[in-house]
């Protein structure tokens, strides 16, 4: 009988040791779930990763790289506004990167707003976004 008792204890304390940390699992942070949405970004789970640059932008409102991905990935769910949205407090948030314009030019673009097209892709191209510069040059415009 005396054996089946030492057998028991460490299951009972390996238990209490899982109850005592439950509570304390690591939380995640932003940029883990910005890191963990490239996976299904590569693997063509458009919806999957708006679900993780949602949780990034929930944890750090202050994220940029995660609303421009997100913008992005909702331009290629046709779901324009969204990408508007986003890449708007992308700007908001870094007005020194080429990139939202970009990306927002070629949503003005979709939505047949010609005009605020080409005021992105010029500020695209003067911040140094060499497609726009392409574009533009391709069209004998000068930004």
Known sequence: MRKKATHVLP????????????GC???????????????FINAGSVQD??????????????????YYNRGTMYYYQKKYQEALKDFDKAISLNGHHAAPFAGRGTVYDKLNQPDQALADFKTAARLGDKEAQQLLSSKSLTW
């Open 25 to 39: 699992k690591n939380e995640t942070t932003a940029q883990d779930y910005y890191r963990k949405s490239f996976q």
């Open 49 to 66: 990763a708006i679900d993780l640059l949602t949780l990034a932008v929930e944890k750090d409102p202050s994220f940029f790289e995660a």
């Open 11 to 22: 299951v009972l304390l390996a238990l209490l040791v899982l109850s005592l940390t439950a």
